[in-house]
């Protein structure tokens, strides 16, 4: 008897003992996640191709999109005195699939975990990476400064609405680079819309209601769940600002053979920067074509 009393109390013992380790090991876990998050860009898929993309319409006024531009399920983009360089895709299956990808993202980066909560219009401070969260809305203005710290891979994640609502507004409002900050590496994760005007932006957008932009210049994607609406902006996509290592776009065929313009894999061999190996012929590798550069 006194045996069996002993070796129950030394399982109770032992349960006790595991479960303060599986607490230890779920903090131990946790917190390097949180840390990787503000370290780690938001993976964007098809919808990283776009400049603008937008779940209902775009309208374009006065304004120029330098970039592709997308609108699903809907499929209006209307165009007064707009230039758009890019490539239009208006609810076909290319729009589709971004939309499809920037709804994962969305979800996924509302998941973030907030270094730390953020009050006030940001104007004056300077901010070294992070994710950086407001619990509603967000009124912004004056200039804010994001310093890399000499990495050009730092990455800035802005969550507005943690709550569960929240509009990003901002005003005459100006984002800095500092030390290697790259536009590319920032993003605005609104949990309704997002209205810009006179502003000097910087980053990717993911808002969950619209996106207006009136005036002033947006270095970086607008994506949206709701329409797109740019009246005398200029909309550019932060890639053409010469950040070479913005992640590279999903498109690698990784097969045998070939792969689309630019993303030739494996033992690649074009004949120049502005030809693909899959147009000048060779015999095929393993991964990739091998002796393609005769010229045609």
């Avoid at 996106?211 to 797109?228: E, P, Q, R, S, Y």
């Amino acid at each position: 008897m006194k045996n069996f009393v002993r070796s129950t109390m030394t399982c109770k013992q032992l349960t006790a003992k595991l479960a303060v380790v599986s607490l230890f090991a779920a903090l131990f876990v946790a917190a390097p996640f949180q840390a990787a998050m503000a370290q780690t860009v938001p993976y964007l898929g098809a919808a990283e191709d776009f400049n603008i993309l937008a779940g209902t319409a775009v309208t374009c006024t006065n304004s120029t999109i330098l970039g592709d531009v997308g609108v699903y399920p809907g499929t209006a983009v209307t165009q007064t005195d707009c230039t758009i360089t890019g490539t239009v895709h208006a609810g076909d299956t290319v729009a589709e699939n971004a939309q499809l990808d920037f709804d994962t993202a969305y979800t996924n980066v509302g998941y973030a975990l907030c270094d730390s909560t953020l009050t006030g219009t940001l104007d004056g401070l300077t901010l070294t990476p992070g994710v950086y969260c407001f619990d509603a809305a967000a009124t912004l203005t004056g200039v804010l400064t994001l310093d890399g710290q000499g990495d050009p891979n730092a990455v800035w994640i802005f969550k507005i609405g943690t709550l569960g609502t929240g509009a990003l507004t901002a005003t005459n409002f100006s984002v800095v680079m500092a030390n290697d900050a790259t536009p590319c590496n920032v993003y605005w994760w609104v949990a309704e819309a997002a209205t810009l005007t006179t502003s000097s932006f910087q980053g990717t957008v993911l808002a969950g209601a619209a996106i207006t932009v009136t005036g002033g210049v947006f270095n970086g994607d607008a994506l949206a769940k709701a329409a797109v609406t740019l009246t005398g902006a200029t909309m550019t996509d932060c890639v053409q600002q010469g950040k070479p290592d913005k992640p590279a776009k999903s498109k690698c065929n990784q097969g045998v053979g070939n792969g689309p313009e630019g993303c030739d894999p494996g033992n690649s061999n074009q004949g120049n920067a502005m030809r693909s190996n899959d147009e000048l012929g060779g015999t095929p590798g393993d991964p990739g074509r091998k002796g393609g550069n005769s010229s045609k």
